[in-house]
């Protein structure tokens, strides 16, 4: 698959990049990107308004993970869905919690298992910017184009971004 383009990244910032996803399948492109460089124990925590995409990249996320896509669902009811592939993934979303912390609903367990924790609207939970994370923040770039930026909130993250940018961009 051709590289897709990177429209910036402070140069030599290993902890940042951001690309442009141009439709649907780049950006389930890009979760599957993640996913192929995931060992387990991560958590990823989508940001981004209400149709910015973080469903989208989940899906392809769960594809590049031995999951199937259709499976990943808009968690609507279900806070907490959970899929058996290369590892567990955890598909979170916040959104209709006020203030979550990492107290409630046992999301502790969830965010710090041995498989890998999706999480949107994570900046919504109380502890979101004291945790070891990799951020992946969407925002509108036009109609059916999305600003992906991933951005690592500690060292371990740090490894991953560098990686998703030497093999991807
Ligand atoms: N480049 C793109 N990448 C992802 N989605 C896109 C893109 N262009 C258009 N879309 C549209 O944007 C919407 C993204 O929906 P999605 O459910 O993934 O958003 P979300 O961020 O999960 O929203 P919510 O906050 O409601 O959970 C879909 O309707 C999709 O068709
Ligand atoms: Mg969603």
């Known amino acids: ?10 140069e030599g910032d290993e902890a940042v990049l951001v690309v442009e996803s141009k439709s649907i399948r780049e950006t389930k492109t890009w ?5 192929s460089l995931l060992e387990g ?15 989208c990249f989940i899906k392809g996320l769960a594809r590049g993970l031995g999951l199937r896509q259709e499976d990943i669902l808009s968690p609507t009811f279900t806070m907490i869905q959970e899929h058996h592939g290369r590892f567990t993934l955890y598909h979170i979303d916040l959104y ?3 203030t979550p912390s990492l107290d409630d609903m ?3 367990e969830y965010l710090f298992s041995p498989g890998v924790a999706a999480v949107e609207w994570f900046e919504r939970l109380k502890e979101a910017n004291e ?4 951020a992946v923040r969407m925002s509108y770039a036009g109609a ?11 060292p371990r993250y740090r490894a991953l971004v560098a990686e998703l940018r030497r093999r991807f961009s």
């Open 144 to 154: 059916s184009s999305r600003r992906i930026e991933f951005r690592a909130g500690g």
């Open 31 to 35: 979760g599957r990107r993640l996913a």
């Open 41 to 55: 124990g991560e958590l990823i925590g989508l940001i981004g308004e209400l149709g910015a995409g973080k469903t």
């Open 131 to 134: 945790l070891a994370m990799l």
């Open 106 to 108: 046992g999301l502790r």
């Open 1 to 10: 698959m051709t590289a897709l383009p990177r429209i910036s990244a402070d």
């Open 96 to 98: 209709r919690l006020e």
